[in-house]
Structures are given as structure tokens and as C-alpha cells.
């Protein structure tokens, strides 16, 4: 049997990791940029998260819903006070396209309303549900003829509002920082202005922090750089450094009831052990502040070239811009200066490089981009 063949790989196999270090079967060592979309928010095989797990398997390795875990209220307690979000409730369940649409479930319940405004450029999963709202034509399913989608551009609110006065919106769900789209910051007050268009049309916020949350953008949700809140934020990627596990964020506004929502594996044993080790070191080690503060480094110290167009993005959540395909510097960067970046579209370099990140491992990157420049 062979794989089904839908990634565009490198040849390179990691068999070591170590904090921002990656080291192939030949024993090349790498910095890593791009931590795997975003999951490694901890570092790559941090003392504490590794000795989490090994514990949890001593004890009780896999087990899942219908019995009491008092991980997950360990979890929902620490996630509340460090997110600002004490007095929402949490949903446990296995990956980011889940809880988006876990979010869109639970807002099409609240509200009895069944269409979704999204933005150009979004991306919010793959799977059946989610794949409505992903602005992807590479994506395209049967699914999207079954869910009712408008797609506004970001920052129109006109365009939000007249889709709202048709009455028909359960919910608006976007991004803090569009990851996929090219690290696309909605503009200041846009999000105050959702905000305040929900609230008239009884239509729920949605914020997708998949990839931009859990301390990323130097806050620990990016749209709390606008000072709002959401009625749902949903969450993956970094919330376990690595292991799948999801989670939603709920207002207290809506009611829990038996079987509204549920799931497999969400919650289970693994996974909060994994949650619970990466949400004490954020805590401990600071790396919310560590984010913004080596990431604004990073961007300031990226060279001006005629060849880039753009540099922007929060903490460590950034694009390069590029008025070219961006292929051969990426190829360069991993070959011959043994740095992994990320990519959005063809022209943007993008990187989501794990929460610790130094200023000496920025210095060794911007070094490597102003020679491949």
C-alpha cells in the first residue's frame, strides 16, 4: 500500500527535536520557524511536557467520555484565568475544523438561524461542516451546496450588515489574524464593529483562534487586541504542542443541555495531560510576553529588499511578502540555510515559530535572509 499522495514534502526526516532545533536522519540540525502550522507552541520536547505525558501513561493512558476526568476542570480552570475568559465554559474536543464546527453548530442552536458570514481569504477547516466556510477554490466540496455561506470582504461591515438585515445569520465567524489567507490583521475597530452588528441582530461572534491564539500574537487570543469579546472562541493547533486536541470557549448566554454536543476522543486522558503541561509553562515561563516581545524583534530586524513587498503580523505570527513566488527562497532557506519557514499563497514566507524563540535564534534568521536576499 502507499500514501495517499497529497502533500508536497521535502526530503527531510526529522528524527530529533529539541526547543527550536529539529535534527534529520543524517544529523543535520535546523532551526524550526514554522513548528508544524503552528502546533509547537511549548517548544518541540520540553522537559515538562514530556514528563506529563510519560506519567499519563503510567497511570491511565487513553480513556475518554462518560466517566469523570478531573484534567479537563484542571484545564478549564487555568484556561480561564490566563485567557481572560473566567466565566465562559469549555468544550473539549480533538482538532481546530472540529470546534469550528462545534462553534457553528452551537450558534445555528442559539440562534434557531442557519447561515454563516465568513471573509475572503478565510480558513476554518477541512472537514465537512467547516469546509463551507474555508474561501479556498482548492477546497472545494459538495458539502458547500448544503450550508448557506456569505463571504464579505475583510473589513466591509456595510457588506456584514446588509447580510445580517436578511435575518437569517446564526453566526459571523472569523480569524484574529487570517493565517492561511497571508496573515491578514483585520483593521483597528472592525472587530469592535462585528461586535457591535451581532449584538444589534442578535447574531452570535465567532472568533477562530485556531492558529492565532494561545499566546501567538503576544496577547493569548489575538482579537484581544481589540478589547472585545466573543461569544464562542474556538481553539487547536497549540493547545497541546503537538497532540490533537481542540477546545471552544463558551458565553455564558447559552445553555447547556445532554447531548447537544459530543465527541470520541475529545478530553481524553493524553490529551489533557498534554493541555494542562503546555498551559503551565506559558504561564510559567512567560512565553505570551516571550511572543510579542521576540517577534516584534524578528519583524524589526528583517531587511528591506526592493524584492519584498510587505512584512506584517502580531508576535510570533508573521508574513514576508514577496513580489515573487516565494519557492526558491523557501528551498534555500531549508537547504542550504537549514531554516524551516512556512508558506501562504505563492508570495508570502510565513512563519510560526514556537513560543520560545530567542532573539539569538532571530538573529540567526535574519542573517540567513539577508544572504539569500
Known sequence: MEL???????????????????????????????GGHAVISVGHSHPRYVKALKEQLDCIGFYSNSVRNPLQVE?????????????????????????????????????????IIAFHKSFHGRTSGAVAV????????????????TFCDLN??????????????????????QGCGGINIPAPGFLGTLR????????????????SGYGRSGKFFAHQWEGIKADIVTMGKGIANGFPCGGILISPAFKASKGLLGTTFGGNYLAMAAANAVID??????????????????????????????VRGRGLMIGIEFNESVADIRRELLFGKHIFTGVAGQNMVRLLAPLVLTKD??????KALREVL
Not at 134 to 149: L, M, Y
Not at 361 to 366: H, V
Open 75 to 115: 484545564l478549564a480552570h487555568k484556561l480561564g484565568e490566563l485567557s481572560g475568559y473566567p466565566e465562559y465554559s469549555l468544550f473539549l474536543d480533538n482538532s481546530g475544523a472540529e470546534s469550528n464546527e462545534n462553534a457553528l453548530k452551537l450558534a445555528s442552536f442559539h440562534t434557531g438561524k442557519d447561515r
Open 156 to 177: 466591509d461591515a456595510d457588506a456584514v450588515e446588509t447580510a445580517m438585515k436578511k435575518g437569517d445569520v446564526a453566526a459571523v465567524i472569523i480569524e484574529g489574524i
Open 281 to 310: 509553562i506559558i504561564r510559567d515561563e512567560k512565553l505570551v510576553e516571550n511572543a510579542g516581545e521576540v517577534g516584534e524583534y524578528l519583524k524589526s530586524g528583517i531587511p528591506a529588499s526592493p524584492r519584498i513587498k510587505e
Open 4 to 34: 495517499f499522495d497529497v502533500y508536497s514534502l521535502f526530503d527531510v526526516t526529522p528524527v530529533r527535536a529539541q526547543g527550536c532545533r529539529v535534527w534529520d536522519d543524517k544529523g543535520q540540525e535546523y532551526l524550526d520557524l514554522y
Open 196 to 211: 457591535s452588528l451581532c449584538d444589534k441582530y442578535g447574531v452570535c461572534l465567532v472568533l477562530d483562534e485556531v492558529q
Open 134 to 149: 474555508t474561501d479556498n477554490p482548492k477546497i472545494v466540496s459538495p458539502f458547500n451546496a448544503t450550508h448557506k455561506v
Open 361 to 366: 535564534d532571530a538573529d540567526t534568521f535574519i
